[in-house]
């Protein structure tokens, strides 16, 4: 593969592009070997610099995009690109910076790049691979501080948040869930600072989160798994949104809750998202669940309980929701005996 990456002409590119799905997949396996066994690979191994070198390849290939008009060959590169960092991003830490460093130091560069290529043609697959591409590079590079208070990377994700909401139509149904993990990582953060300044901010958050279900549901019916539908939760349920007043006091996610609730009696992955997510906040943070009541007695009278499976640990409830309504009924009891008095 280095060997091939490294031949100047996009022509020596095709027998591999014939065959991308299975090279994607060779190449994110064996990342997937050293982010599995960190103990058994370091700096030294030969597979560690072969692999340092064939991402060092890919990069500098990359960079020469714009000398080309054939459309196959940037969007087999992307591809790969995308496969190794959604390896990285699974593996969820830094262990490999120092032995791909360039990733990192090449990748505002890389990506400001690969959103302005006005000389290759668009068509939906082209930008879907791009979006999904720039959407992992931008989660992966915000793990790391320096690089998240670089202006560049400010004007990168601005500029995108602009246009959140026509991003999310250009999904496909392989993009969604890589999408909702952008908008819960990077979007939801910023969106919740406006909040914190203006409750007027909180529409917006609730249009997009309408939009993702919606778009999601909508545009690909049977087809979605629970991958996407987890991501799509890990957004709309976020432990971020619990701790903020303006948007608490909105009682818009107790709305969401319940419309998505709805939408989820013919596809009961949504229910089950929901449960699992809720839930788990409640387990984690039972005070919270005096925001909630409605929801969940709406959720209790519910006809449609798919998504209270057994592995979901749903029987600690009954510890939980009788101390709930122990809370509000104490409160209205020592009300009514001040009253009296």
């Given at each position: 593969m280095n060997l091939k990456l490294s031949e100047d002409s996009s022509e020596d590119l095709i027998e591999l592009y014939e065959n991308r799905e299975i090279i994607v997949s060779l190449i994110q396996n064996i990342f997937k070997i050293i982010t599995l066994n960190k103990n058994s690979y370091s700096s030294t191994s030969k597979l560690i610099q072969n692999l340092s070198k064939f991402v060092l390849l890919l990069l500098v290939k990359i960079e020469r995009i714009s000398t080309t008009t054939k459309e196959i060959y940037p969007v087999f590169l992307l591809k790969i690109l995308n496969g190794i960092l959604t390896v990285f991003i699974a593996a969820n830490d830094n262990y490999f910076i120092e032995d791909f460093k360039e990733l990192y130091s090449?990748?505002?560069?890389?990506?400001?790049?690969?959103?302005?290529?006005?000389?290759?043609?668009?068509?939906?697959?082209?930008?879907?691979?791009?979006?999904?591409?720039?959407?992992?590079?931008?989660?992966?590079?915000?793990?790391?501080?320096?690089?998240?208070?670089?202006?560049?990377?400010?004007?990168?994700?601005?500029?995108?948040?602009?246009?959140i909401f026509d991003l999310c139509d250009q999904c496909n149904i392989d993009s969604y869930s890589i999408y909702f993990r952008f908008v819960e990582k990077l979007f939801l953060p910023n969106i919740l600072q406006k909040i914190d300044q203006s409750?007027?901010?909180?529409?917006?958050?609730v249009k997009l989160m309408k939009i993702c279900r919606n778009n999601l549901?909508?545009?690909?019916?049977?087809?979605?798994?629970?991958?996407?539908?987890?991501?799509?939760?890990?957004?709309?349920?976020?432990?971020?949104?619990?701790?903020?007043?303006?948007?608490?006091k909105s009682k818009a996610l107790n709305k969401i809750i319940t419309e998505?609730?709805?939408?989820?009696?013919?596809?009961?992955?949504?229910?089950?998202?929901?449960?699992?997510?809720?839930?788990?906040?409640?387990?984690k943070y039972p005070e919270k669940m005096l925001h909630f009541c409605d929801v969940i007695i709406f959720l209790l009278k519910s006809k449609e309980n798919r998504g209270f499976d057994a592995n979901l640990l749903f029987y600690l409830d009954e510890f939980y929701i009788p101390v709930i309504f122990f809370h509000k009924n104490y409160k209205k009891k020592a009300f009514f005996r001040k009253s009296t008095r």
């Amino acid at each position: 593969m280095n060997l091939k990456l490294s031949e100047d002409s996009s022509e020596d590119l095709i027998e591999l592009y014939e065959n991308r799905e299975i090279i994607v997949s060779l190449i994110q396996n064996i990342f997937k070997i050293i982010t599995l066994n960190k103990n058994s690979y370091s700096s030294t191994s030969k597979l560690i610099q072969n692999l340092s070198k064939f991402v060092l390849l890919l990069l500098v290939k990359i960079e020469r995009i714009s000398t080309t008009t054939k459309e196959i060959y940037p969007v087999f590169l992307l591809k790969i690109l995308n496969g190794i960092l959604t390896v990285f991003i699974a593996a969820n830490d830094n262990y490999f910076i120092e032995d791909f460093k360039e990733l990192y130091s090449k990748g505002l560069d890389l990506i400001n790049l690969i959103l302005n290529q006005d000389r290759l043609q668009k068509d939906r697959y082209f930008n879907n691979i791009k979006n999904i591409c720039v959407y992992n590079y931008l989660v992966l590079l915000s793990n790391d501080v320096s690089i998240c208070s670089n202006n560049s990377f400010t004007l990168i994700t601005n500029e995108l948040f602009k246009n959140i909401f026509d991003l999310c139509d250009q999904c496909n149904i392989d993009s969604y869930s890589i999408y909702f993990r952008f908008v819960e990582k990077l979007f939801l953060p910023n969106i919740l600072q406006k909040i914190d300044q203006s409750s007027d901010n909180v529409e917006d958050l609730v249009k997009l989160m309408k939009i993702c279900r919606n778009n999601l549901v909508e545009n690909c019916r049977w087809t979605f798994g629970y991958q996407e539908v987890n991501t799509l939760m890990g957004f709309i349920l976020n432990e971020q949104l619990f701790f903020n007043d303006n948007f608490m006091k909105s009682k818009a996610l107790n709305k969401i809750i319940t419309e998505s609730w709805e939408i989820g009696s013919k596809y009961w992955l949504i229910q089950r998202s929901i449960v699992d997510h809720l839930f788990r906040i409640f387990y984690k943070y039972p005070e919270k669940m005096l925001h909630f009541c409605d929801v969940i007695i709406f959720l209790l009278k519910s006809k449609e309980n798919r998504g209270f499976d057994a592995n979901l640990l749903f029987y600690l409830d009954e510890f939980y929701i009788p101390v709930i309504f122990f809370h509000k009924n104490y409160k209205k009891k020592a009300f009514f005996r001040k009253s009296t008095r």
